[in-house]
């Protein structure tokens, strides 16, 4: 069965330092979507992104950070200039499209900042 | 504003014992809803989703929900928990906004299974 993947599964990183985190979604998957959990928290929306674009950003979505797809396969999240309070796991998700459609959710990338 | 309410933080259960979590969500549209399960370390597995049609919607596991349109609910069920359901649950809703969809998850509850 098709699965959403993701890499590092943990990552370590100075305060300031730029962490890009990465996503396989499933192949014929239209939108692509970043969330993430901060540790005891519920899981929280970041960005949708659809036809090479943002569909939509929450709140915590800012400046510092950015998503891409650079190929056919790759889905990015980049933090800039990481903070403390990004610590948290991220997960990426990918459905089909239409709305309704499961999101289908990769493992996660812990991510801790020093 | 969308939400998701699960007032249960944690539940504890005995094994074989029957299941409900409770869920609520304030959305003004036809909700699309979404029960999924985290194991510990683990990402998030959909259990069940609601989209329309039959409000009794049956899942993977053993699981099912039924949506009452009239109380705001999805409260997940289960006749028989088994010692491998202990995880966390989450509730969710769909918000469709510009032909996208973000789903917006509860605070999650923790499923404790005894022997």
């Known amino acids: 069965e098709p699965e959403v993947t993701q890499t590092p599964s943990h990552q370590v990183t100075q305060m300031g330092q730029e962490v890009i985190l990465r996503c396989v979604p499933i192949?014929?998957?239209?939108?692509f979507y970043w969330y993430r959990q901060i540790l005891g928290q519920k899981v929280e929306f970041l960005v949708s992104f659809y036809n090479n674009e943002i569909s939509e950003k929450s709140e915590i979505f800012d400046d510092q950070f950015s998503v891409e797809r650079p190929d056919g396969s790759n889905f990015t999240l980049k933090i800039r200039s990481t903070k403390l309070e990004d610590s948290a796991m991220y997960f990426c998700a990918s459905s089909p499209g239409q709305p309704g459609e499961t999101q289908y959710f990769g493992p996660g990338t812990r991510l801790l900042v020093l | 504003a969308q939400s998701v309410t699960q007032p249960d933080i944690h539940i504890t259960v005995s094994e074989g014992a029957s299941l409900e979590l409770r869920c609520n969500y304030s959305?003004?549209?036809?909700?699309?809803l979404f029960w999924y399960v985290q194991s510990p370390g683990q990402g998030l597995q959909l259990l069940l989703k609601?989209?329309?049609?039959?409000?009794l919607v049956q899942g993977i596991k053993g699981f099912e929900a039924e949506f009452k349109r009239s109380q705001s609910s999805f409260n997940l069920r289960k006749p028989s928990v088994h010692w491998s359901d202990a995880a966390e649950y989450f509730c969710?809703?769909?918000?469709?906004?510009?032909?996208?969809?973000?789903?917006?998850f509860g605070k999650g509850t923790k499923l404790t299974v005894n022997p």
């Open positions: 609601y989209f329309s049609g039959d409000t």
């Open positions: 192949s014929n998957h239209l939108y």
């Open positions: 959305y003004g549209a036809t909700p699309y």
């Open positions: 969710a809703v769909g918000i469709t906004q510009g032909g996208s969809e973000k789903l917006v």
